[in-house]
Structure formats: structure tokens, C-alpha cells
């Protein structure tokens, strides 16, 4: 990497951590050898996305600021209170509670056990039933991600001389789910009122046969990308759109590694979240009853690899945009 590009990264990256240094508070002596637990959902740490996401930014801590981790994965939705209660119990400095799914649960738990910190993930704080002080709220912005590439995807297919028909392939519809198919479908049809979204659900964020199937059926209805907001159950609507010679675009993490099908990911940073938080329990800046937004502004969501077919204009366009987005100029919707 020459130094003209390294520069703006850099920029970039302290902008990300001025930013979080604000959200988190002032900094305090490092503490080190804190009890740090995370519970997944269902998808679990091996859904290629959200929850893995989760995991790096804890494996990060573990091994940057040397804390001791434990994890505990929920195989069904029955395991939420019980895996939070170990989190708790074990006396960890803070339990960290992996989406949204989780959160009636965490609002049980957290109630339980005052004097214990808390954060989950796509979850505002205020939307828990009884508000527990001891709970942080890690938000996304994921309806600018979703923008990024629904923009992208009408674009690409426009230059393919293509009906800018796209697919937005969701697990459960869910405000995390749902924002970044709105941003998805604003920007899409931003770009051409020609541009029509299909959209579905699979009831599922792990059964990939049931995300295949949504995607399959899309493609029969003209989409030429599939966008899937499912977790691990994505990974199927992805497979789908590599069977039909379709674009994919991942979500989460970035996806690119899959295959030339690939025209680029949703990325939405859980494990800098995961990472920022851990940190701001070492520093004794930690503190409940809020919540912390992560966006394009300071790094916390943003577009993974790009597809090598797409032009050099085209990238400049998309990098435009993030500008546009950042300063307020174009203001994705977060619902459909």
C-alpha cells in the first residue's frame, strides 16, 4: 500500500476512535485480567457474520488488552437466561448479550443482577421493558450500509444493461433486520425509479435451505443481486445467486471471500463494538443506562470488497455517497 492511500485510512481511523473515545468517556489506567463473557444467539460463532463478528472483537481483547474470555453458545432461545445467568454469576466485568433476539432475556437478567455490567448488541437500551441502569445498548446505523450497496447494485447492473431488479433476502424481520433493507431499497431506488426490491423472509437466521429457497425464488422474478440480511442462514442466499450466475451481497462481516459472485458486503462492525466496549470496562469509563451508535461517521459500518468488474467510476461514485451520507446530504431511512 503506497502512501497516498495509507493516509486517508489513517485519517480515518483516528476520526473512528475520537469518535468512541467521546461515546465511551475520558480515558482512566488500564486494568487488566477482567472476566469478560459474551452469549451468542442461535446462529452461533460459526454463522460467518454477526456472532463471529462478536467473537474476533472479544479474541482482540483477549489478546490486546489480555483479558480472559468466556463464551457461551445458545443453541436455542431457551438457553438465553441460563447463559446470561453464568455470564453474570461468574462475577464477569461485563456480559455481553449478541442481538436482538436477546433481549427480553437480558432485561430479566440484568434486573437480577444490579451491581453487574451489561451490553447487547442492535438493542437500544431504552427499549427494555424495565430500563436496567446496568445495560448499554451497541447500535447501528446499518441503514447507510445498506445504501452503500443497494446503490452499488443498481449501478452495476444498469452498466450490464440489466433490469435493476434486486433481492433482499432477511431472517427475521427485526429493526436490525429491516434497517438495512430499507437503506437497500431508498438508494436502489434512488438511483432509478426503474429499480424494483423484492423482498423476504426466511424465519430463520440458521437454516440456509430456507434463505436458498427466498433466493431462488427472487431470481425466478428477474433480481439479478441478492442481498441477504440472515446470518448464517445467508449463506444459502448467496449459494443461490452463485448457482444462477446472480450477484451476491453479503452482510456482517465481509463476505468476498465466497466468490467472484460476490459484488460486495453490508458491513456492520460488531467486533470493533464488541472490542471498543471491553476497552472502555478497563478503562472505568464504562457506563449503563445508554446507548452507543456506531456509523459511517465513526467507522462502525460501512461497504466490504468490491467485485473487480466494477469501475474505477463507479467506486468513486459509492465513496461520494458515504461523504454525502456522513455529512447528512442523503438520509437512508432505518424502517421500511
Known amino acids: 500500500m503506497n502512501g497516498r492511500r495509507l493516509m ?30 459474551l452469549v451468542t444467539d442461535v446462529g452461533r460463532l460459526n454463522d460467518r457474520s454477526f456472532n463471529q463478528l462478536a467473537y474476533q472483537g472479544l479474541l482482540r ?12 453458545e445458545s443453541r436455542t432461545p431457551a438457553d438465553y ?106 438508494c436502489a431506488r434512488r438511483v432509478s425509479r426503474r429499480a424494483k426490491v423484492l423482498i423476504g423472509y426466511s424465519q430463520s437466521f440458521t437454516d440456509s435451505a430456507k434463505c436458498k429457497e427466498v433466493a431462488l425464488g427472487h431470481i425466478s422474478r428477474g433480481a439479478g443481486a441478492v442481498f441477504q440480511v440472515a446470518g448464517g442462514c445467508g449463506l444459502g442466499a448467496l449459494s443461490a445467486a452463485k448457482q444462477k450466475r446472480k450477484w451476491g451481497i453479503g452482510v456482517d462481516a465481509d463476505q468476498g471471500y465466497l466468490g467472484a459472485h460476490m459484488l460486495t458486503s453490508a458491513v456492520k462492525r460488531v467486533d470493533e463494538s464488541v472490542y471498543a466496549t471491553i476497552q472502555a470496562i478497563q478503562k472505568g469509563t464504562f457506563r449503563g443506562g445508554m446507548n452507543t451508535t456506531f456509523s459511517l461517521a465513526n467507522n462502525g459500518v460501512g461497504y466490504g470488497k468490491l467485485s473487480r468488474k ?27
Not at 452503500?148 to 449501478?155: E, M, S
Not at 455517497?321 to 424502517?335: F, Y
Open 61 to 72: 481483547a483477549e489478546r490486546v488488552l489480555g483479558i480472559r474470555k468466556q463464551v457461551y
Open 310 to 336: 466494477v469501475s474505477r467510476a463507479l467506486r468513486l461514485e459509492v465513496e461520494a455517497l458515504k461523504k454525502a451520507i456522513i455529512r447528512g446530504r442523503v438520509k437512508p431511512p432505518a424502517t421500511l
Open 81 to 186: 437466561t441460563p447463559n446470561l445467568t453464568a455470564g453474570a454469576r461468574t462475577q464477569s466485568a461485563l456480559t455481553i448479550a449478541v442481538g436482538f433476539l436477546l433481549g427480553e432475556d437480558l432485561n430479566r437478567v440484568a434486573k437480577q443482577f444490579p451491581k453487574e455490567n451489561f451490553a447487547i448488541i442492535d438493542f437500544p437500551y431504552e427499549a427494555l421493558a424495565d430500563k436496567p441502569q446496568n445495560v448499554r445498548g451497541l447500535l447501528f446505523k446499518s441503514e447507510q450500509a445498506g445504501c452503500l450497496v443497494g446503490h452499488i447494485a443498481v449501478k452495476q447492473l444498469i452498466r450490464e444493461k440489466k433490469r435493476p431488479i434486486l433481492s433482499a433476502v432477511g431472517g427475521i424481520k427485526l429493526p436490525s433486520v429491516d434497517a438495512f433493507i430499507a437503506g437497500y431499497r431508498f
Open 8 to 37: 486517508p485510512w489513517a485519517l480515518a481511523g483516528l476520526a473512528a476512535l475520537a469518535s468512541l473515545v467521546v461515546a465511551f468517556g475520558a480515558t482512566a489506567a488500564p486494568m487488566k485480567n477482567e472476566r469478560i463473557s
